[in-house]
């Protein structure tokens, strides 16, 4: 096995453990839910095991996501169709440092976002959410 995981691996894990977190399941129920040891979910969050594709499926199903959750946003390779037809990479937005999701006032809020059964009461809530997040990112400065 090669050195160092793939990076897709490792985004695949990452997102993995980041939906299992805000589900609030821990890796040994993700891993009883999969028929596994708590050990081989760790390996799979780490990227250190690649995670087949009957596994992203079922835990799609179990986590409530789409497939397709598990790969959104995943890095670019430079082996695949990502490229320009001129063979130059487009450029990508700045990575979003996921690890911020992982606070606990984060993670609290949207459990209890996630509680809001009306869906005209979330939607409003998260525009408000949206407009202030706005203000103070228009007040900080450029350089």
Same mark, same amino acid.
């Given at each position: 096995?090669?050195? $160092?995981? $793939?990076? @897709?691996?490792?985004?695949?894990?990452? %997102?993995?453990?980041l939906c299992r977190t805000l589900k609030g399941l821990s890796q040994q129920?993700?891993?009883?839910?999969?028929?596994?040891?708590?050990?081989?979910?760790?390996?799979?969050? %780490?990227?250190?095991?690649r995670v087949g594709a009957s596994r992203v499926f079922e835990l799609s199903?179990?986590?409530? @996501?789409?497939?397709?959750?598990?790969?959104?946003?995943?890095?670019?390779?430079?082996?695949?169709?990502?490229?320009?037809?001129?063979?130059?990479? /487009?450029? /990508?937005?700045?990575?979003?440092?996921? /690890?911020?999701?992982?606070?606990?006032e984060i993670l609290e809020f949207v459990r209890a976002y996630d509680k809001?059964?009306?869906?005209?009461? %979330?939607?409003?809530?998260?525009?408000?959410?949206?407009?202030?997040?706005?203000?103070?990112?228009? /007040? @900080?400065?450029?350089?």
């Amino acid at each position: 096995m090669a050195e $160092h995981p $793939h990076p @897709v691996d490792v985004y695949v894990g990452g %997102r993995i453990r980041l939906c299992r977190t805000l589900k609030g399941l821990s890796q040994q129920k993700l891993a009883n839910a999969l028929g596994l040891t708590f050990q081989q979910v760790q390996k799979y969050e %780490r990227g250190a095991n690649r995670v087949g594709a009957s596994r992203v499926f079922e835990l799609s199903e179990i986590l409530d @996501v789409p497939p397709s959750f598990f790969f959104d946003g995943a890095p670019a390779t430079g082996k695949g169709g990502s490229a320009s037809p001129s063979g130059l990479a /487009e450029s /990508e937005p700045a990575p979003f440092d996921s /690890e911020r999701l992982f606070r606990r006032e984060i993670l609290e809020f949207v459990r209890a976002y996630d509680k809001i059964s009306d869906p005209a009461v %979330r939607k409003r809530l998260f525009e408000l959410v949206k407009a202030i997040g706005a203000q103070f990112e228009a /007040e @900080v400065p450029k350089d």
